[in-house]
């Protein structure tokens, strides 16, 4: 009697360490998709034995949270680190992204996957076939600002909650360690980025052209409509002829209407296009392929040439 008293028990263990360990490995997904950078990013600060949760590629804030995770329901229960996941009202087109930072009125993202949808791609996972849509961004790591109130309200997508960097059993030693109150969350200062804010979209543009352009990179201040002024007072090249394009070169197009600025970088010059890349609001990444000749008009949107702030410093044009 024992002895099947004992062997009923082995086979329980042994089915029971059969479900907790064979959590498909998450090295095994696509190169490109959300659910890849996010674990991999993820393991980079998390503690053993990282992600262990994937019996599946959905549900990761439940699978994680019986893997012994600490998880969160609300948006604002966020830490840097922790992974944002959202999933489709019909359980299709889930995503998942990584928080950079946490700021009063907003969190910043890191994510794989996201734009304009061009594909679609079928993948095996844990032995269960998924299908993926592939966006502009397969493989390309952008950043995003999400207000919380967006959170919850994502596109299509039900907000699920957060996996934070911290097994269950290190959080209830001393949850007062990693908690933060809503007091400290809205005193929260975003970082800058040479006296502009570092997450503010035409700051981005700002870190574009410092990859290319020689020192001291950008060294202006002042209101994006000023900026062709004082770049040019500072020592750079600046023309107000939509012809004198190059790339590399920051443009820049206002609205006097609504008071609004684009700031964009050439990246590509094609005969009589210039292809620019820009950033919206919420740090969302944006091309657009402009006609040379048009940028005499006011586009559609109330939009007027202003200028180009070449990554060449006046003293180069010189020699």
């Known amino acids: 009697m024992q002895r099947k008293i004992y062997f009923s028990i082995l086979i329980l263990y042994l089915c029971f360490s059969a479900i907790t360990v064979d959590a498909a490995d998450w090295h095994q997904l696509p190169d490109g998709i959300c659910a ?18 994937l019996d599946g590629n959905y549900d ?39 928080v950079r930072a946490v700021l009063s009125d907003r969190i910043i993202v890191e994510e794989n996957n996201v734009g304009k949808t061009v594909g679609k791609r079928t993948y095996s996972f844990g032995g269960i076939n998924y299908s993926s849509d592939v966006t502009e961004g397969w493989g390309k790591t952008t950043i995003r600002a999400i207000k919380y109130d967006d959170i919850i309200k994502m596109d299509t997508r039900k907000f699920m909650g957060y996996i934070w960097p911290v097994r ?15 007091t400290e969350q809205m005193k929260m200062k975003e970082p800058r980025y040479k006296h502009f804010l570092e997450y503010w979209a035409p700051t981005y543009m700002l870190k574009e052209f410092d990859k290319i352009a020689p020192e001291p990179g950008v060294n202006w201040r002042g209101n994006v409509e000023t900026w062709i002024i004082h770049a040019q007072a500072a020592g750079w090249i600046t023309r107000t002829t939509p012809q004198d ?23 590509e010059i094609r005969n009589d296009q ?9 740090l969302y990444p944006l091309t657009e392929i402009l006609q040379i000749n048009d940028l ?22 010189a020699e």
């Open 36 to 53: 890849k950078y996010a674990a991999q990013e993820f393991e980079k600060i998390a503690p053993q034995p990282g992600v262990n949760w």
């Open 60 to 98: 990761w804030v439940l699978h994680a949270n019986k893997a012994g995770w600490v998880t969160k329901l609300m948006a604002r229960d966020v830490m840097i680190g922790a992974i944002a996941e959202w999933q489709g009202f019909n359980r299709d087109g889930g995503h998942v992204a990584i």
């Open 168 to 182: 269950q059993t290190d959080y209830d030693k001393d949850p007062a360690k990693y908690q933060i109150s809503y």
């Open 245 to 267: 394009v190059r790339v590399g070169a920051l443009i820049i197009r206002d609205n006097p209407e609504t008071h609004k600025v684009k700031v964009g970088i050439v990246r």
């Open 274 to 282: 210039i292809v620019v890349n820009s950033r919206a609001g919420d």
């Open 296 to 317: 005499t008009l006011t586009d559609k949107n109330g939009f007027h040439f202003m200028g180009y702030i070449w990554p060449v410093r006046i003293e180069y044009l």
